[in-house]
């Protein structure tokens, strides 16, 4: 299965659903530019840990102690980060994005490299932990967060964003840019031969869920350069969105990918999230009136009858005091400064008073099955 780079009609196509065994820097070079949606990056947090860390009860603490996460430097790991994001920028499509995520280790250096190399900062989202590792040695506030950045590839994208799938995530209320989910644990976390976790920075699906669901569409081809134990492709394979990943270690390679295969993808109508009521093609009431949907001449009421005003042969409604647009008289009758006239004026359908929205929402459906 592959998904041709729409910028280049003669760059080979892009694998999709595949999981690159490599370093990230080779394998990001070698694919299509322009041929990604999004991409979520987690990056080597550089912890620059010295000696070994044990618990109260004087064992160890199984921290990040892996090779590829040492650098020599500040310089080469800065070195390292504008070589990634250089490929990161050129692989998105224009309106592609990026998310990135790390610690107060690199995250500021992150920030920088990725405003140096063109990207438009959309938004920092702090991922409160709710069950975090303590803070041991009593030196120091307990780490309880990390720091995403979310950009787009330019201040000219037109990045995708779910605003009011965000809202029915969170239970109406408008998304904030400070997240609780709890570290990866229990059977979510993957284990290596050893009983031990595999993974020791495995990110929680629920992350990667938000994230998805904020910010791409069924179908789109996500790009993660760390795959590491394979959050990014299990949740894309779950909500039908594609994905393509690259991992050096053949351990989490192998992992990620039984872990895949053994994901069940969501149906489409399933998978599919509330669009964004902005993206919806326009539809003037003026069209409802001269379709002959509402009548000129026809009362609509307020719903708590309180109100009233009769439709005009133009679209414009007329009240006792006041006359103008579905929203202006709307606004006049109550006092108010502003309102919106589609869900605020009612007609009577089989007796029952329903917004005027109804039939927007008829028209709208038409045109999107022309």
């Given at each position: 299965?592959?998904?041709?780079?729409?910028?280049?009609?003669h760059?080979?196509?892009?694998?999709l659903d595949v999981?690159?065994?490599g370093?990230c820097?080779?394998?990001m070079r070698?694919?299509?530019?322009g041929?990604?949606d999004?991409?979520?990056?987690?990056?080597p947090y550089?912890?620059?840990?010295?000696?070994t860390?044990?618990?109260?009860d004087?064992?160890?603490?199984?921290?990040?102690?892996d090779?590829?996460?040492?650098f020599g430097s500040?310089a080469d790991?800065?070195?390292?980060?504008?070589a990634w994001?250089g490929?990161a920028?050129r692989?998105?499509?224009p309106?592609?994005?990026i998310?990135?995520?790390?610690?107060?280790?690199?995250?500021?250096r992150l920030g920088?490299a990725?405003q140096?190399?063109g990207f438009w900062?959309?938004n920092?989202?702090?991922?409160r932990?709710s069950?975090p590792?303590?803070?041991f040695?009593?030196k120091r506030l307990?780490?309880a967060?990390?720091?995403?950045?979310?950009a787009a590839r330019?201040?000219?994208?037109?990045?995708?964003f779910?605003y009011?799938?965000?809202?029915?995530?969170?239970?109406g209320?408008?998304?904030r840019?400070?997240?609780?989910i709890p570290?990866?644990?229990?059977?979510?976390?993957?284990?290596?031969?050893?009983?031990?976790?595999?993974h020791?920075?495995?990110?929680?699906e629920a992350?990667?869920h938000?994230?998805?669901?904020?910010?791409t569409?069924?179908g789109d081809?996500v790009?993660?350069?760390f795959?590491?134990?394979g959050?990014?492709?299990a949740?894309a394979?779950r909500?039908g969105?594609?994905?393509?990943?690259?991992e050096r270690e053949?351990a989490?390679?192998?992992?990620?990918?039984?872990?895949?295969?053994?994901v069940r993808?969501?149906?489409?109508?399933?998978?599919?999230?509330?669009?964004?009521?902005?993206a919806?093609?326009?539809?003037a009431?003026?069209q409802?009136?001269?379709?002959?949907?509402l009548a000129?001449g026809e009362?609509?009421?307020?719903?708590n009858?309180?109100?009233s005003?009769?439709i005009r042969?133009?679209?414009t409604?007329?009240s006792?005091?006041?006359r103008?647009s579905?929203?202006?008289?709307g606004?006049?009758?109550?006092?108010a400064?502003?309102?919106?006239g589609?869900?605020?004026?009612?007609?009577?359908k089989?007796?029952?008073?329903?917004?005027i929205?109804?039939?927007?929402q008829?028209i709208?459906?038409?045109?999107s099955?022309g």
């Amino acid at each position: 299965m592959s998904r041709t780079n729409w910028t280049d009609p003669h760059a080979p196509a892009l694998e999709l659903d595949v999981v690159h065994e490599g370093d990230c820097l080779e394998v990001m070079r070698s694919l299509p530019g322009g041929s990604v949606d999004m991409i979520f990056a987690d990056p080597p947090y550089n912890l620059q840990l010295r000696g070994t860390l044990h618990r109260p009860d004087n064992s160890l603490v199984d921290a990040v102690d892996d090779d590829w996460d040492r650098f020599g430097s500040f310089a080469d790991y800065d070195a390292f980060t504008r070589a990634w994001l250089g490929e990161a920028r050129r692989l998105l499509r224009p309106d592609g994005a990026i998310w990135t995520i790390g610690s107060y280790h690199n995250v500021f250096r992150l920030g920088t490299a990725m405003q140096d190399a063109g990207f438009w900062i959309l938004n920092d989202v702090i991922w409160r932990k709710s069950n975090p590792m303590p803070n041991f040695r009593g030196k120091r506030l307990t780490n309880a967060h990390e720091t995403l950045i979310w950009a787009a590839r330019s201040s000219q994208s037109r990045h995708v964003f779910n605003y009011e799938a965000t809202k029915e995530l969170n239970d109406g209320v408008q998304m904030r840019s400070d997240w609780v989910i709890p570290l990866c644990t229990g059977a979510e976390r993957l284990k290596g031969p050893d009983g031990a976790k595999l993974h020791p920075t495995q990110k929680p699906e629920a992350l990667l869920h938000r994230i998805f669901v904020a910010s791409t569409r069924p179908g789109d081809v996500v790009l993660d350069p760390f795959f590491g134990a394979g959050t990014t492709g299990a949740v894309a394979r779950r909500l039908g969105r594609r994905y393509v990943g690259i991992e050096r270690e053949t351990a989490y390679v192998a992992a990620a990918r039984a872990r895949i295969a053994a994901v069940r993808p969501l149906d489409a109508e399933v998978a599919a999230v509330t669009g964004s009521k902005r993206a919806e093609p326009r539809v003037a009431f003026g069209q409802v009136v001269e379709r002959g949907l509402l009548a000129p001449g026809e009362t609509l009421v307020s719903q708590n009858g309180r109100h009233s005003a009769r439709i005009r042969a133009d679209g414009t409604l007329v009240s006792a005091d006041s006359r103008g647009s579905i929203h202006q008289v709307g606004a006049a009758v109550q006092g108010a400064p502003s309102c919106n006239g589609w869900t605020f004026w009612h007609f009577r359908k089989d007796g029952v008073p329903v917004p005027i929205d109804y039939w927007r929402q008829q028209i709208r459906a038409e045109m999107s099955e022309g």
